[in-house]
Nanobody, 124 residues
Framework: QVQLVESGGGLVQAGGSLRLSCAAS????????MGWFRQAPGKERDFVAA????????NYADSVKGRFTISRDNAKNTVYLQMNSLRPEDTAVYYC?????????????????WGQGTQVTVSS
């Protein structure tokens, strides 16, 4: 059973940056694809970014392309989401997830394990 814990969220002004981390325990994430999703109040959970098991393929939502970068350090069992040029519409709870199929899937369905989330608030 893989446990995922997100960190790095907080309050930032528009145009600022944050780096989220997702630390895994209970198993090596090297065989999993990893994804980031977000959920704003009253809205569905949306895909943000994903990276395949070996880090050779990434996938981004159109709304974050060119601003966010997903990366992974399998030696540290950690996945990161670097968020630049943040906008108020990026405000949400951000979740990381692990997918044993190993693909950088944008759908939440294939993901087996989820973290509890970290709040990101971007002020205008």
């Amino acid at each position: 059973q893989v446990q995922l814990v997100e960190s790095g969220g907080g309050l930032v002004q528009a145009g600022g940056s944050l780096r989220l981390s997702c630390a895994a325990s209970g198993g090596a994430i090297s065989i999993y694809a990893m994804g980031w999703f977000r959920q704003a109040p009253g809205k569905e959970r949306d895909f943000v970014a994903a990276i395949n098991w070996k880090g050779s393929t990434t996938n981004y939502a159109d709304s974050v392309k060119g601003r966010f970068t997903i990366s992974r350090d399998n030696a540290k069992n950690t996945v990161y989401l670097q968020m630049n040029s943040l906008r108020p519409e990026d405000t949400a709870v951000y979740y990381c997830a692990a997918d044993h199929w190993g693909r950088a899937d944008s759908s939440p369905g294939p993901y087996d394990y989820w973290g509890q989330g970290t709040q990101v608030t971007v002020s205008s």
